[in-house]
């Protein structure tokens, strides 16, 4: 299952000669004007552990893609698996999730992260950024799939693929 994300290749960067900041070579850095940090409060949370209850609320309806268990019930998911830091310098508070495949080998990892990242970007409103991770020394190759599974162009190349896509929505579909 780890063949369904494409590997970035030169195509991909930029070959324009500008830097990360958008500027050439040794030009002068513009500083970017940075809107105020929406507080918590304003988000609709009276807490950090508000905000982590109402994700955890999204994660644990996910299905497993082989079961018919949710990530819940097969303890993938847990609430002390998701961990909510302070806001970046960009005012974007970070998103840390943790879960942990069922096996050493699970070969569905990759759509597990995939279903958890999706389920979380549409279901809250406002911008978050998210780092999703197998728990340590829980997978084989868990290095490999963090990667993947963190990486913006990979995950927008896997929800292109028209199979891939309906995986993904049986598995983050709400039950009636």
Do not use: W
Request: charged share 30%; proline share 4%.
């Amino acid at each position: 299952m780890l063949s369904f994300f494409r590997k970035k290749t030169s195509d991909d960067l930029t070959g324009d000669g500008t830097n990360s900041t958008g500027s050439a070579g040794g030009g002068a850095v513009v500083a970017k004007e940075v809107a105020a940090s929406p507080s918590l409060t304003q988000l609709g949370y009276r807490s950090v552990d508000d905000l982590r209850e109402t994700i955890y609320d999204f994660l644990r309806t996910i299905r497993d893609p082989e079961k018919p268990n949710t990530l819940e019930d097969l303890k993938v998911v847990y609430e002390e698996g998701i961990f909510v830091q302070e806001p970046t310098e960009g005012n974007v508070y970070v998103v840390r999730i943790e879960f942990n495949p069922t096996v050493p080998h699970c070969s569905l990892a990759t759509l597990i992260g995939l279903c958890i990242r999706i389920k979380v970007q549409r279901s809250l409103a406002h911008n978050l950024k998210l780092d999703i991770y197998i728990k340590k020394g829980a997978h084989s190759t868990e290095e490999e799939i963090n990667k993947q599974i963190n990486d913006k162009e990979r995950i927008a190349a896997a929800m292109e693929n028209p199979n891939l896509r309906q995986l993904v929505e049986n598995c983050i579909k709400e039950e009636d």
